[in-house]
Structure formats: C-alpha cells, structure tokens
C-alpha cells in the first residue's frame, strides 16, 4: 500500500469521522485496495479506528429481485438499496451518533447480503466505503 495514499487517508479523520469512498469498474480491484488500506490504517490509528463497509451489502435480496423482476439483471444500480445505503452513510457521518452502526456485507458463499455482519462503532475515526456506483449521476446515487 503507497504511504501517501494511506497518509492521505489518515489524514481526512484527524478532527472528526471521514468517510472514504472508492469507486470504479466491476473487477477493478477496489474491495482489494480497500482491504489494503484499512489494514494500513488500523496500523497507524489503532484497529478500533477504522472499519471497512462495502456498498456490495446493499444488494437486493433474490426474492426481492424475483419479485421485481430484476433477477437478470443483479448488480446493475436499480438491484440496490440504494436509499438503505445512502441512510447508512448519513448516520455514520451524524456526529451525534454515539451508539455502535451495523452494516450489512455481501455473502459470497451464499451470493445474499447478510445484515448486521459490521459493526461500525463510536470509536471509529476512518469508514472505508467501495462499490461500482458510488459516483453515479442517477437519483439516490447521486445524493
């Protein structure tokens, strides 16, 4: 992991919670980045510091996705929650927030999301966030 990256990181949280996102391309390496900075940070804030949350978690269910006839078509951006999400990243920013958040992850093994599998708590100074569409210029995507 480049030191200035990782700096730079570090840097964001020196006053308050920041939030970190990473962006790009289906199989472009972000969750592999992610892991890598979160690892580099916990080194320099402390492993109680810095937590890692995934937009994967977000993902619709399968029987939401049969429901909505949008099987065909998972991960594309309308087969996430994406106002689940955007309400998460709210309430991890909210400096009156002192109770522990909990996030859910995507399941490879089960390919589900699974809620409450993070937990981000009120020492968490750095959250790590990555998904494919977090610069997207489409409603809800875009807040």
């Known amino acids: 992991m480049r030191a200035d990256l990782v700096a730079r990181a570090v840097a964001l949280c020196a006053d308050r919670r920041a939030l970190l996102g990473l962006v790009g391309c289906p199989g472009a390496g972000k969750t592999t ?3 890598r900075l ?4 916990r080194a320099a804030l402390g492993d109680d510091a810095v937590a890692h949350v995934p937009m994967d978690g977000f993902h619709l269910a399968d029987r939401q996705l049969d429901r909505l006839g949008l099987r065909d078509r998972k991960g594309a951006p309308e087969t996430f929650d994406v106002d689940g999400y955007l309400a998460l990243l709210r309430r991890l920013l909210d400096p009156g927030e002192q109770r522990t958040v909990y996030a859910p992850v995507f399941e490879r093994d089960l390919e589900q999301p699974l809620a409450g599998a993070v937990a981000v708590g009120p020492d968490v100074r750095l959250v790590v966030t990555e998904g494919n569409y977090l610069l997207l210029d489409r409603p809800g995507w875009r807040e």
């Open 33 to 35: 980045v992610a892991e």
């Open 38 to 41: 979160v690892a580099a940070a």
